[in-house]
């Protein structure tokens, strides 16, 4: 069970994890509680949290400060698990204008990702996958540049495939 999130046996791919409906491109935000809004929202309309999440992923960063914002122009919203999730999942939201999120080195921020955990081991495979696939400048460049969340799907998925040809050959050493 090692691709399992959570405890409701989901997988752990970034495909199954974020669907269409959590994807909202040129989104505007007046600000980074605005902009931790519409990823809750995202995380709402997908089914994966209740609205008390979004209010807690803004109460985070209130009282421990940006360290969501990760990388330069990201911000990755979350909150300690709680009975407001219901499965894991995550949204992804970019922004029309960056906002600031009060980060020294990384801000502002214009790629909103929002993370939904129900336990606190659960989405460690996620979030490593997730970090390695924002961590490339031209993948992130794109997931910026997407006109529609079919084309953000698509990408993550032509970078999962790659992960997963990378890791036959690590095993066996050749592709049959």
């Not at 505007?28 to 995202?42: E, F, I, M, P």
């Not at 993370?115 to 696939?133: I, K, M, R, W, Y």
């Not at 924002?134 to 084309?151: G, M, T």
């Amino acid at each position: 069970m090692g691709d399992s999130v959570g405890g409701d046996g989901a997988r752990g791919t970034l495909s199954d994890l974020l669907p269409t409906v959590a994807i909202r491109l040129g989104a505007s935000a007046d600000d980074w509680r605005a902009a931790v809004r519409v990823a809750g929202d995202a995380l709402v309309a997908s089914g994966a949290t209740s609205d008390a999440y979004t209010g807690e992923m803004i109460a985070t960063v209130e009282s421990l400060g940006p360290y969501i914002v990760i990388a330069p122009g990201v911000a990755l919203a979350h909150a300690r698990p709680s009975p407001a999730v219901h499965r894991a999942g995550l949204s992804l939201v970019t922004l029309v204008t960056p906002v600031p999120f009060g980060h020294r080195q990384n801000d502002p921020v214009r790629l909103v990702i929002g993370l939904a955990s129900p336990d606190a081991e659960g989405h460690v495979n996620a979030l490593a996958t997730l970090a390695d696939f924002i961590a490339d400048d031209d993948r992130r460049s794109a997931l910026l540049d997407a006109r529609d969340a079919a084309s953000v799907r698509h990408q993550i998925a032509a970078y999962e495939a790659r992960e997963v040809v990378s890791n036959v050959k690590g095993e066996e050493g050749v592709i049959a």
